[in-house]
């Protein structure tokens, strides 16, 4: 069974920089699996920031990035903000059909 | 602006059906290229890729849930359903419509979500 990996959960300070991380329990993760990130506070549904491994949705601020790093997709943000603090979740497209959703990371700003 | 809203029964009995409809506005859900999904989110917890429909009627499903799950489609009415059978506890959860794009192998637009809850 495919799982996908990201830290439960993060803390940056206010104007600091953050990675997540986004791997597979077996193999590495390429732009194949399309990697798309989303980000979600309580009570709401989830938020496209990234999608096909680095391509921003719309309305998104730049200070929001993908990309591969090693074997697993990233999500970095810069100049982290006190309203970035939410969950994040990444999906991977596994083909024919079939995504897979990280556990999600809970990132705290403090 | 494409928007997606589910209804459905909000509370289910243990080994009955679950059954929801997703409701498509601001667009055709038989023109472009888009697949029709569901997810769900137990509370507290992660998000679940149930499966998926094209307008065609192909389906794919995730194989945890493969065996009580059924997708299908109204392209007359604009809107897509779920069946979810033999439910237990553990499919309680915030129940999201979804349409997904072809050509990116995301999810662009969700519906507000729709609490179902297991129990006698």
């Known amino acids: 069974q495919t799982v996908v990996t990201q830290e439960p959960s993060f803390s940056v300070s206010p104007g600091g920089t953050v990675t997540l991380t986004c791997g597979l329990s077996?193999?590495?993760?390429?732009?194949?699996?399309?990697p798309t990130w989303y980000q979600q506070t309580p009570g709401q549904a989830p938020r496209t920031l990234i999608y096909?491994?680095?391509t921003r949705s719309s309305g998104v601020p730049d200070r929001f990035s993908g990309s591969i790093l090693g074997n697993k997709a990233a999500l970095s943000i810069t100049g982290a903000q006190a309203d970035d603090e939410s969950d994040y979740y990444c999906v991977l497209y596994m083909g024919s059909g079939f995504w897979v959703f990280g556990g999600g990371t809970k990132l705290t700003v403090l | 602006q494409v928007q997606l809203q589910e209804s459905g029964p909000g509370l289910v009995k243990p080994s009955q059906t679950l059954s929801l409809t997703c409701a498509v506005s601001g667009g055709s859900i038989g023109s472009g290229s888009y697949y029709w999904s569901w997810i769900r989110q137990p509370a507290g917890k992660g998000l679940e890729w149930i499966g998926r429909i094209y307008t065609s009627g192909t389906t794919s499903y995730n194989p945890s849930l493969k065996s009580r799950v059924t997708i299908s489609v109204d392209t007359s009415k604009n809107q897509f359903s779920l069946k979810l059978s033999s439910v237990t506890a553990a499919d309680t959860a915030v129940y999201y419509c979804?349409?997904?794009?072809?050509?990116?192998?995301?999810?662009?637009?969700w519906g507000q979500g729709t609490l179902v809850t297991v129990s006698s």
């Open positions: 096909s491994t680095n």
């Open positions: 077996s193999g590495s993760v390429s732009t194949s699996h399309y």
């Open positions: 979804a349409r997904g794009s072809t050509a990116w192998y995301y999810f662009d637009y």
